[in-house]
């Protein structure tokens, strides 16, 4: 992609980076009410069955998920036009999707600047090893990698540990306004979470929120898994990446039905939002439209995006993800020409 074609992608962007009071008051509208609404209504199924509850706490866990999306453009200030606004509702919905809006705005911010180079990962990402690395690790790290992407540790355990454990303490060197926030935002989950112990009893406290909580963990992280991680990927060593292309080639289009592409905030042109994350949610989809180059991109549906289950490892030759079993292949491979050429060096003296 040429730099005057980047130049033209951004000014074609520009326009779309205003947020509109009046399309996010009516999102946090749409999306606040039916989602305490959806909740008191599971909470009085309970009386009745569990199983009319539970439908409504799945579609519950849906808003929960919309809700993150409205946090998680207040983090790029792109919610609201005032930043104070955006820190307040921010604040407010990561309380109640259990994430400190400061904590969180910084790793993701960072995750922004080095998705897809390969010299800065490690903050705000998937944890991704090349080919390369993997082989050259210890076998403790090799175990601790297979375990951190075994979909069953990843989607099972992973919201548990991010959204009950790891938000609920304070970074190395945050600074005493990010330190400040976490406590805020601690303290009011317990006092929310003590206050409808009380009120409504632990058990159907946890029968209500557990689901909504687990279903809407899995859902993010698996957004915020997919939306990275496919076939022809894009990632680079810091001299030769490319922002552009890194939100271009390196974050994909997910074409969700449009139920949930409603429900995920639009999250799905992620290309888009990679390209400009000051561009509100609500806008995504306008900008996809405007230009031919923002659909010619990297397209996967809910069925093909299955497929990156089984992606483990970045390949730097061929430039794709590979499995376990084809690492195997690989290391094989590698050894069988390291022989090759041990066996020419020896015959040759």
Known sequence: MTKQKNVKLRKQVAPYEKPNTKNSVAQL????????????????????????????????????????????????????????????????TGILTLFPYHQWQHEHNIHHATSSNLNKRGTGDIWILTVDEYLAASFWTRIAYRLYRNPIIMFGLGPIYVFLISNRFNRKGARSKERINLYITNLSIAALAALLCSTIGWEAFLLVQGPIFFVSGVAGIWLFYVQHQFEDSYFEKDEDWDYVKAAMDGSSYYQLPKVLQWLTGNIGFHHIHHLSPRVPNYHLEDVHNIDSTFQNVQTITLTSSLRSLGFRLWDEESRTFVSFKGIQRIEAKKNNARAARLKSSLSGR
Do not use: M, Q
């Open 29 to 92: 509208i749409n999306t606040l009410v039916p989602f305490f609404l959806l909740w008191y209504l599971a909470y009085e199924s309970l009386s009745i069955s569990y199983f009319i509850a539970l439908p409504l706490t799945i579609v519950g866990a849906g808003f929960l998920t919309r809700i993150f999306i409205i946090f998680h453009d207040c983090c790029h200030y792109s919610f609201f036009k005032n930043r104070k606004a955006n820190k307040i509702v921010g604040t407010i």
